[in-house]
């Protein structure tokens, strides 16, 4: 494939989810495809993006992956977070059960800043490959999803598996929903991109 340089159009996902599910080491396997050990990893404080292509059927995305901070304390500005957003990544840790219970409030969340028409949301579970009795069944996660009418796939950030996938599918997703991201444009023939998600790069740290 040798897709153009032209930008068809710029999405802005995000990860939200509690403190220490991995949401920060999902966004690096997908961008860097590294993984930091514990000793390197350090709380989100209010809000990080990384910004990456994604090329498909001949045409070049830009993706704005938003890393938001799990801890209350550390999240600021909510609202703005979800401005222009068309995906929203819920994690949780499988080997944590608060970590998915909390899902709950993360919902409540997306739903109070995002109409449920205007974002495409996927249940991300991590860690797949630390053993523990007390995991999350995979069922579970997936019956949660269904009744939440979300996407779903479970996720190691540490070994790769599912991280690629994840993303890919949610951003297939947003792709086969047009509504979502296309703005009229007649004249041009090309796709423009509601300005919120590219004004939001603005202030962000793109590191
Ligand atoms: N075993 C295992 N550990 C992981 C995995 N993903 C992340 N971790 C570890 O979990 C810890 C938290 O990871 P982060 O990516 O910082 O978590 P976070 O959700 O971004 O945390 P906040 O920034 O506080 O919201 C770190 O010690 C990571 O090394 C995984 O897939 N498997």
Redesign the pocket.
């Known amino acids: 494939m040798t897709p153009t340089s032209e930008i068809t159009a710029t999405f802005k996902i995000l990860?939200i989810?509690?403190?220490?599910?991995?949401?920060?080491?999902?966004?690096?396997r997908f961008t860097d495809d590294k993984?930091?050990?514990?000793?390197?990893?350090?709380?989100?404080?209010g809000v990080d993006f990384k910004v990456t292509m994604y090329d498909v059927d001949d045409k070049r995305y830009k993706l704005a992956i938003w890393?938001?901070?799990?801890?209350e304390r550390?999240r600021t500005l909510t609202s703005s977070y979800y401005r222009g957003a068309q995906g929203v990544i819920l994690?949780y840790?499988v080997?944590s059960r608060e970590t998915f219970e909390n899902l709950e409030n993360w919902i409540e969340e997306v739903n109070t800043y995002c109409p449920s028409d205007d974002v495409v949301k996927m249940i991300v579970g991590?860690?797949?490959?630390?053993e523990t009795e007390e995991r999350v069944p995979r069922k579970e996660g997936f019956e949660y999803a269904r009744k939440h009418q979300t996407l779903f796939l479970e996720?190691?950030?540490?070994?790769k598996v599912g991280v690629q996938q994840a993303v890919e599918e949610l951003v297939n997703k947003i792709i086969d929903t047009p509504s979502l991201w296309r703005k009229s444009s007649p004249t041009k023939g090309t796709v423009s991109v509601d300005e919120s998600v590219t004004s939001g790069l603005g202030s962000g740290c793109a590191c």
Not at 35 to 45: K, R, V
Not at 67 to 71: E, L, R
Not at 126 to 130: A, L, Q, S, Y
């Open positions: 990860l989810g509690d403190s220490n599910v991995g949401k920060s080491s999902i966004i690096r993984f930091l050990s514990p000793e390197e990893t350090n709380a989100t404080i890393d938001t901070a799990g801890q550390f994690a840790d080997s991590n860690k797949i490959d630390k996720c190691s950030a540490k070994t």
